[in-house]
């Protein structure tokens, strides 16, 4: 069985322009979750999708985007570009989400994105 | 606000060493804790999910335990191959959805 891929692995931007993430879930998965990991703060969730509907969002400005597509795949955007956006985008997939026993999130290899 | 904290930060082990990665956790509800592997440059690797506590999981050298408040990942005899760095999350009871509140993890180097 497939895992998460996200493309692209890497991106390089420079201040003020936007950038789109794409992330494909496991096969059957119907739950994608996006998180950002830098060295200083971790890995912070950005938001969940299912169903196409934003399920939850973390505390990000709403330069961050995302959205979901029938298929589940997702697709999430930074707008204007700033340097601390730099950072490994990660893409996660469960079966439902929210419940126990479909809630295990399983990760994408993640976007490295720069900004210069 | 839900917290996650690990440690230690770092650890460094001999092989065949056997020591514990502990993560405590100040959640309003907990539904699940997981715990990840991460090596440089990827993305994290699932290991066990623990719901209640006094539940218990292994998988090869790691076993992982759970009380109300704090979670442990023991190691035991690891080998070069299991260094990486070790990531603690939580899952709280909300309305719907999952959101992962991650610890910063501990960095985790076995010397041969």
Redesign the interface.
């Known amino acids: 069985k497939a895992g998460?891929t996200q493309t692209p692995r890497y991106l390089i931007k420079t201040r003020g322009q936007q950038v789109t993430l794409s992330c494909s879930p496991i096969s059957g998965h119907r739950?994608v979750?996006w998180?950002q990991q830098t060295p200083g703060q971790?890995?912070?969730?950005l938001f969940?999708y299912?169903s196409e509907t934003q399920?939850?969002k973390?505390n990000f400005p709403g330069r961050f985007s995302g959205r979901q597509f029938s298929n589940s795949r997702s697709e999430m955007n930074v707008s204007t570009l700033e340097l601390g956006d730099s950072a490994l985008y990660?893409c996660?997939s469960?079966l439902v989400?929210?419940y126990?026993d479909t809630?295990?999130?399983?990760?994408?290899?993640?976007t490295?994105l720069t900004v210069l | 606000e839900d917290q996650v904290t690990q440690s230690p930060e770092a650890l460094r082990l001999q092989e065949g060493e056997s020591s514990s990665l502990n993560c405590s956790y100040t959640v309003s509800g907990l539904r699940g804790l997981f715990w990840y592997r991460q090596d440089p440059g990827k993305g994290p690797e699932f290991l066990f999910t623990l719901y209640s506590a006094g539940e218990e999981k292994e998988k090869e050298r790691l076993k992982a335990t759970l009380t109300k408040k704090e979670s442990f990942l023991h190691i035991t005899a690891p080998k070069p191959e299991d260094s990486a760095t070790y990531l603690c999350a939580v899952q709280v009871i909300q309305t719907s959805g999952s959101r992962l509140t991650f610890g910063e993890g501990t960095q985790l180097t076995v010397n041969p």
């Open positions: 998460v739950s979750s998180y971790g890995l912070q969730f969940e299912f399920r939850n973390g990660l996660a469960s989400g929210g126990r809630d295990t999130q399983y990760f994408g290899p993640g490295r």
